[in-house]
């Protein structure tokens, strides 16, 4: 009778990366849909483009690095890459927006570093601050829900105004931004942000543009983020991200939004806002709980998320910039070492490091 | 004889454009290198600001070399680079001022870029005057190639033009300078900030790299000649 000996590991989990990505790419659905729903087919336009061009590039690095391609172009990671991308990218803008944006993130975030499982950085929100810095115009230049806009913004529209920056009546960006009134309408986090740097206050921007806000929290907005967090609850639920990053980067909003709000609450906004506004839910579900830049252990992935929202309510509030998904996720990705090397878990029958000091 | 130090100054020409690039391979200098590259006029002002004060300050230290004290030479090393940093900048003020101005810190920097203390060191502190000045000439012209080569880069991508404000180092006529190479409406900031330096140095850098490995494939492998034995194993069949 043989036996046959094999090397650990001896239990395999038998899942590849291509379902992971699959299914990850499966709980985008519902935020696209409530993208779609309340911002036009810009966003479904923006994610083809992003796709075809992640793709070709891909194609192109893969065969100069002589890779297999069947198996890097189609494990999915490029396409979801694209489509996170694409979601982010503010629905009407240019089209060589997305092109520079995909071609960047796939070919110097990604390949550059060594290709899938090397990158230091997340590629899609490395590009999408890239793209932020260098066209500060074009990418922050959302137009306000569909319910606002003064014409109706179909899918030709929305192409037209995509590739030659006029609808096919002849409007530009600039014009379905404005509001009846004269003035233009931005994201509310934009809104925010510029009418606090002018000096009022929470509630005197509530009543000077009710609009933008809506009748609950971020008008549109709220139901982009329910719909990504439903994506993100289908996800933990069939344990393709664990619990911990979302938990402790909502939590740790919850608790520094809190901290300012109390403080100040004619100057910070409060938490439901901050959850329900920009790409907070995106930022908790798909982007910070990307297996590859996030710290490895549970307490470091709880320490990372906890970092993650800090900095987020931190640049929010105090920042530049409207929204700071971005930014506190490439912060946090270089930090993801730093933790990982002080959160190393202990091996069972390894002391802590203090006994083994003491044993030596 | 004359051979000899011919194929001297070939290495040094070799060394200081090539080799041993300060910009690509010693990577020394790169706050300067880094931060005013953003156009092709700024990046020839500081080089040609670097280059002077290298040349005249290897020639300096060479000059000097057999009365500095060992102890002490660092500090008059300094205070030479630093005497003729102060010279440039001056001349810089009179004579091209919106470069002097554009320029800002990053000319009084030189007396801290790390090209220029590491040559008198390495180089000039032991070796007589003529080799000495001709290593600063090459090292010079080594870095400001480096610093050309990313001004044009960043100035292509940043503003789609060339030799933009050319007239500010080099008088009035040099306004005609100026090409559009292409025209966009909206500027590609990366290019013209830090971040966009750093990516045009790390493709530089890695463009290098891959000419060195091609050559170093191209040429003939030297084998080392080994005295082959036969082995007879007389158990294998």
């Known amino acids: 009778m043989a036996f046959f000996i094999a090397s650990s590991p001896h239990e395999h989990n038998r899942s590849k990366t291509s379902a992971l990505m699959r299914l990850v790419i499966m709980a985008t659905i519902p935020g696209i849909f409530a993208q779609w729903y309340f911002f036009g087919w810009g966003n479904l336009i923006h994610i083809g483009i992003a796709i075809t061009c992640a793709l070709i590039t891909e194609f192109i690095v893969l065969s100069l690095r002589n890779k297999p391609l069947n198996k890097y172009l189609l494990d999915g990671s490029a396409i979801l890459t694209a489509i996170l991308l694409g979601i982010s990218i503010p629905a009407l803008a240019p089209w060589w927006i997305t092109v520079i944006g995909s071609i960047f993130a796939i070919l110097v975030v990604k390949q550059l570093y060594g290709g899938l499982g090397h990158n230091a950085f997340n590629p899609a929100m490395a590009a999408y601050v890239l793209l932020l810095v260098s066209f500060p115009v074009q990418m922050t230049n959302w137009q306000p829900p569909l319910s606002l806009l003064p014409i109706d913004l179909d899918f030709n529209n929305a192409l037209s105004t995509i590739f030659t920056g006029f609808t096919l009546e002849g409007y530009s960006v600039e014009q379905l931004r404005t509001h009846i009134d004269g003035f233009t309408m931005a994201t509310p986090l934009d809104t925010l942000k510029t009418n606090l740097t002018l000096g009022l206050t929470l509630d005197e921007i509530h009543r000077a543009m009710p609009m933008v806000f809506g009748e609950n929290f971020a008008l549109g907005w709220e139901w982009v983020n329910a719909g990504f967090l439903l994506g993100g609850v289908f996800l933990l639920i069939k344990r393709a991200i664990h619990w911990s990053i979302p938990v402790s980067f909502l939590g740790s909003m919850l608790i520094f939004s809190f901290i300012a709000y109390s403080f100040n609450p004619d100057l910070n906004p409060p938490t439901m806002f901050h959850w329900l506004a920009g790409g907070t839910m995106l930022g908790a579900f798909f982007i910070l709980t990307d297996p590859v830049t996030c710290a490895t252990s549970v307490k470091g992935r709880l320490i990372f998320g906890a970092l993650a929202g800090f900095l987020v309510i931190l640049i929010r509030n105090i920042g530049g910039y409207p929204d700071a998904i971005a930014f506190s996720v490439l912060l946090c990705n270089m930090a993801a070492p730093l933790i990982d090397q002080y959160t190393i878990p202990r091996a069972y029958g390894q002391g802590t490091s203090k006994n083994t000091e003491e044993l030596k | ?237």
């Open chain 2, 1 to 237: 004889m004359t051979d000899q130090t011919s194929s001297e100054y070939k290495e040094l020409a070799w060394q200081g454009l090539w080799k041993n690039n300060p910009g690509l391979v010693q990577l020394l200098g790169l706050c300067p290198l880094l931060a005013v590259t953003s156009t092709v006029t700024n990046a020839l002002g500081l080089g040609l600001a670097t280059l002077l004060v290298l040349v005249s300050s290897n020639a300096t230290v060479s000059f000097i070399r057999l009365w500095v004290p060992k102890e002490i030479r660092i500090p008059i090393f300094v205070l030479i680079i630093a005497a003729f940093v102060t010279c440039v900048q001056l001349l810089m003020n009179a004579f091209t001022y919106g470069l002097y101005q554009s320029l800002g810190i990053f000319l009084p920097l030189i007396v801290t870029n790390c090209v220029i203390i590491g040559r008198a060191e390495a180089y000039a502190s032991k070796n007589p005057i003529k080799q000495a000045s001709f290593d600063g000439l090459m090292m010079g012209t080594g870095f400001m190639l480096v610093l050309l080569i990313l001004g044009v880069i960043r100035e292509l991508l940043g503003q789609g033009t060339l030799f933009d404000g050319a007239d500010l180092l080099l008088g009035d006529w040099a306004a005609s300078l100026r090409i559009e190479v292409f025209h966009f409406d909206s500027k590609f900031l990366l290019a013209i900030l830090p971040p966009g330096a750093f990516f045009a140095m790390g493709f530089i850098i890695a463009a290098k790299n891959a000419i060195d490995s091609k050559i170093a494939a191209r040429k003939p492998k030297v084998e080392n000649k080994t005295i082959e034995r036969v082995r007879v194993n007389f158990d294998a069949q």
